[in-house]
Each structure stands twice: as C-alpha cells, then as structure tokens.
C-alpha cells in the first residue's frame, strides 16, 4: 500500500504531512511512557523486523499480492505509540533507500500504514483482551483479529484521502470496492503473521510484550507426576509469567531472522503487483505517477546497483535495508528512552 508520487495532489499531500508530522511528535511523546531499558532495544528490533516481513509478499489472488503493513504487530508488541514510530521509520528508510513510496507521498503512507493501522489495530486489541479470558491465548487470538481488521481500515483510509486528492477521474465507488475487496484478503496473511509472531514471542518473552502486561499465572505444585494450581490465599496474587530467554538471545535471535528473511526467503516472494499497485493500473489510478526522487539511488528497487545476479543482488539489498532499519529505530528509540522522565512507569500505557 506504498503510494507513489502523483496519486494524491500537492495541497492533500501537504495536509497528510502535517497529520503524519503531529502524530510522528504525539508518539514521541508517548512512546518514553512505553519504552524502558528493557523494550527500547525491541522496538528498533520490531522495525528491522517489518522491514524484513514487507520484502515477502505474498499471493492473495490471481495476479495481485499482499505483504505486512506492521501496524499491528508493533502496536501490540511494543505499544501504540511507539508502534507508529515503528512503522514510520521503516517507512522512511524504503521511501530513501529503495524507492519505494512516495517521498511527496509520504505524509500519506505514515498517515494510512502507520497511524491508521496501529490506532485501529490497537483499539480491537485492546476491546478484545477486555472481554476475553486473560491469557495468552487470548492475547493471540486478539491480535489476529486486531491484524486482520486494520488491512482493510488502511484501504478505506485511502480511498478517503483519494476522494479529496486523488489526480485522476475514477470512480471512486471503483476504487473503494477494488480497495476494500482486496486488502481483506490481505488482511488475512497479516493475521496470521501478526498472531503467529506475537505467539512465539510470548512464549519466551511475555513480560516484553506490551500487550500482555499484567498476563500472570497460577503457582503449581508437582502432585503425584501432576501438575496442579496452588490454590490462592484470598485477595492473593498470582505469580507474573515466567521468562524462558534472556533480552540478549531473543534480540539475536530476532535480528538473525530477519536477515534471513530479507536476505534469503525474500528472492522466492510473489513478483505480482500488490494491492494498491493492482487496483491503481486496473482502475487507471497511476495514470499520473511520477518518477521516483530515489530511483537512481544504489538500492533502487530492492535491488545493488551493478551486481548483476538477481538473488545475489535482492539479498544484499535486504540485509542493507534490515541493519539499516535497526540502527535508525534503535538510535531513536534509544534518544527516546533517554528524554524519558523518572516518575514515568512503562506499565503506565498499558490499558490505554
């Protein structure tokens, strides 16, 4: 959902810049309440991460592919604000690197796949864990149907900003149904996606997910082979649960993933437009395009200048991009971290 330069006119592009602009400060702001010494190092981890997880788009229907907006995924593992500034600096570095978005365009990518996303995502997430047992399945659970809505709340997102900026004269019930109806198939891989990475990383590591703070666990007792709950004093709590990793090995673990994600799988991803590119060449959306600020950079396209092996030439471009993305969201988050006040507690979002 990466929208070029040209779709949207100058003035909508201006106005989505200085939306994107004081919600990239609102989170800044917010995220210091979010981050600690224990998840800052995770967030820029989460954004290298999505980086990684957007090379590999994946088939949704004949012709066209999906891949990861992120929204979700770091709203729920690191919060919601420091999740838009997760996805806004992925964002940046593809529209620098890689060409890909916009830079015109820009306010209207953070506005629709970071901002849109993560609030929409976060909110079902949040309405969900409310009323369902709390647990991790449960956190699970929420978080693909968290993922699998904000898909399509992104697609209605630009349908609107089309219908008041949009450079072309389509239909714009064309554009909605073409918009909507593929992205809920879409919505549909980052569900599974979402839910399954939020799984893994609860089972190691769930007092690092913002999402399942305050997920805690009965005390047991080895009864004849059995394992059986102790049985709480009243007004007792129970036992926080426990960690099976160090912040070290998950953080080692997560960036070696994704480098081979970016660096290896990502050469076998579907090569067939993505939902956005698919509906704007049928519905003659991208009649207007303009030719990328970025497209004579190095790693245009995804791909090293001059190196002539294409798997060769993707995977350098995708290990670039990942180190590339961690270091810039780590030194922010870091900056962020650092700029927060003593009195402020992590948990203090949590229920937000």
């Known amino acids: 959902m990466h929208v070029p330069d040209g779709f949207i006119n100058a003035p909508t592009s201006a106005a989505t810049g200085v939306v994107a602009a004081a ?28 980086f990684a997880v957007q090379m590999l788009n994946f088939p949704v229907a004949a012709g066209t592919s999906g891949h990861l907006l992120g929204g979700a995924l770091a709203a729920i593992l690191v919060g919601p604000y420091t999740g838009v500034l997760c996805v806004s600096v992925v964002l940046l570095m593809q ?9 015109t365009a820009l306010g209207v990518n953070i506005t629709d796949m970071a901002i849109v996303t993560t609030v929409v995502s976060y909110a079902v997430f949040r309405l969900l864990v409310m009323v369902l047992p709390r647990g991790r399945r449960s956190v699970t659970v929420a978080s693909f149907a968290a993922a699998l809505l904000s898909v399509p709340a992104a697609a209605v997102a630009f349908t609107l900003i089309y219908a008041v900026g949009g450079t072309t004269d389509v239909s714009l019930g064309k554009v909605a149904t073409a918009m909507i109806g593929v992205h809920v198939l879409i919505g549909l891989g980052e569900a599974v996606i979402t839910a399954l990475t939020v799984g893994a990383v609860i089972a190691v590591r769930p007092d690092l ?61 579907s090569s067939s437009p993505d939902g956005l590119e698919k509906v704007a060449h049928d519905k003659g959306i991208d009649q207007k395009a303009r030719r990328h600020h ?46 927060r006040t003593p009195d402020v507690s992590p948990t203090s979002t949590s229920a937000v």
């Open 23 to 50: 919600a990239v400060a609102v989170s800044l702001r917010g995220a210091r309440r979010e981050l600690d010494e224990r998840t800052a190092p995770l967030a820029g981890l989460v954004a290298a991460f999505i």
């Open 209 to 269: 997910v913002h999402g399942a703070r305050g997920l805690r666990q009965r005390l047991k007792l080895r009864v004849n082979g059995a394992l059986v709950d102790v049985p709480a004093p009243e007004g007792a709590r129970t036992a926080p649960v426990a960690a099976r990793t160090s912040r070290r090995a998950l953080w080692i673990t997560g960036l070696a993933t994704s480098l081979v994600l970016a660096g290896f799988v990502s050469f076998y991803a």
């Open 95 to 103: 529209g620098i690197l890689f060409a890909d978005g916009g830079l």
């Open 294 to 339: 970025s497209a004579d950079s190095p790693l245009a396209g995804y791909g090293v200048k001059d190196v002539g092996d294409a798997r060769l030439s993707g995977g350098l471009a995708g290990v670039i991009g990942v180190g590339a993305t961690v270091v810039a969201g780590s030194a922010v988050f870091w900056v962020v971290r650092r700029r």
